[in-house]
Structures are given as structure tokens and as C-alpha cells.
């Protein structure tokens, strides 16, 4: 499967974004999907995850409660509704899929075999 993450650009504090994420090729509804994000001169962290029944999702601590991942399984598309915008959310998002990973792996990113290239996020006055 290709991915294709979009929907990044620059937008101001408390703002919100949508990102998605476009698949092609492979039965999408049967991968796993995560986000990430790599801020500048920083390592890459998990962002959030939505397995393919869509009911169960999981998010990192520091965007719980800002940040809404859904998908379209039909539109082989999955999004990052992104609110309430932090300077220190600024960061490329990237978006991953795999068959096979286990649900404890979900927030590593060694788990996931297949990347898309990211999009920049600025959050910025």
C-alpha cells in the first residue's frame, strides 16, 4: 500500500487542521493506521493510531482531547483532526499502515512497514 499524507500548512495558536491521509493499492481496510510527527532537531513520536474497525483509537498524552483520527475505509482515507493548535505541535506528520501489528506496538514506529511522506505543520503567530 502508498500513502500520502496532506493538509498541512501554517495556521495560528488555539487554530485547528485537518490532515489526511490517502491510500492506494493494497485492501486498506485491513491495515492499521498511524501518525507521527518529527519536529525539528527532535526524534520521531507517535501522534495517534485508528485500527480498521474504526472504534478503537489511541492518541499520545500530549494532543488526548485536541486530536481526532477517523477513516473512510470506502475513500481508502483516513484524517488527523487536529484542534486547539500549540506552538509545539509544529512537527512533519507523517502517516503509516500495517497488517500485522499487535496493539502494544502501536506507538512505535519500527511496528508500521509502510510510510507516506509527511506534511508540515507550522503553528505559529
Known amino acids: 500500500v502508498q500513502l500520502q499524507a496532506s493538509g498541512g500548512g501554517l495556521v495560528q495558536p488555539g487554530g485547528s487542521l485537518r490532515l489526511s491521509c490517502a491510500a492506494s493499492?493494497?485492501?486498506?481496510?485491513?491495515?492499521?493506521v498511524g501518525w507521527f510527527r518529527q519536529a525539528p532537531g527532535k526524534g520521531r513520536e507517535f501522534v495517534a493510531a485508528?485500527?480498521?474497525?474504526?472504534?478503537?483509537?489511541y492518541y499520545a498524552d500530549s494532543v488526548k482531547g485536541r486530536f481526532t483520527t477517523s477513516r473512510d475505509n470506502a475513500k481508502k482515507s483516513v484524517y488527523l483532526q487536529m484542534n486547539s493548535l500549540k506552538p509545539e505541535d509544529t512537527a512533519v506528520y507523517s502517516c503509516?499502515?500495517?497488517?500485522?501489528?499487535?496493539?502494544?506496538?502501536?506507538?512505535?514506529?519500527?511496528?508500521?512497514?509502510?510510510w507516506g511522506q509527511g506534511t508540515l505543520v507550522t503553528v505559529s503567530s
Open positions: 503509516a499502515a500495517s497488517r500485522t501489528i499487535i496493539v502494544s506496538s502501536y506507538r512505535s514506529d519500527w511496528a508500521y512497514q509502510y
Open positions: 493499492g493494497g485492501t486498506f481496510a485491513d491495515y492499521v
Open positions: 485508528i485500527r480498521v474497525n474504526s472504534r478503537h483509537t
